[in-house]
């Protein structure tokens, strides 16, 4: 698992879908992890469950995180990453189709790096894909998982 991974956490098939069509539009040709509720996404950063045994200082890139998952809501997932010594660094991007500004200023206080409103118009979504993309995956920085040594 390369470190340019993308993480996907989307209980959605559609916007699944439409996600990596966006990115496959863009040409972003990174690998994407696909989860679809925040248990799994869990399981995979900290390589528990079915990821037992999952190099977890292999961090993806950046996650792709939605609000409303089963299982554990997506801003929970969020304060498990940030609470986590190794993770905390982790760029998390909401993606979500909420429009509730609780869920805007909540993702915030808990350290998400971008909240990003899914368009409803495939043009729009993939130009905040190609933006986003080419944002995280090229142009950032990333800090060291867990911090300086």
Known sequence: MAESSILLVEDRPDDVELTLRALKKNRIANEVVIVTDG??????????????GRDVSQAPAVVLLDLKLPKIEGLEVLRRIRESALLKFLPVVIL??????????KGYELGANSYIRKPVDFAQFTEAVRQLGLYWLVLNERAPLGGVR
Not at 39 to 52: P, R, S
Not at 96 to 105: A, F, I, K, N, Y
């Open 39 to 52: 248990a799994e996404a869990l399981d995979y950063l900290f390589g528990k469950g079915q990821y037992a």
């Open 96 to 105: 979500t189709s909420s429009r509730e500004e609780q869920d805007l200023v």
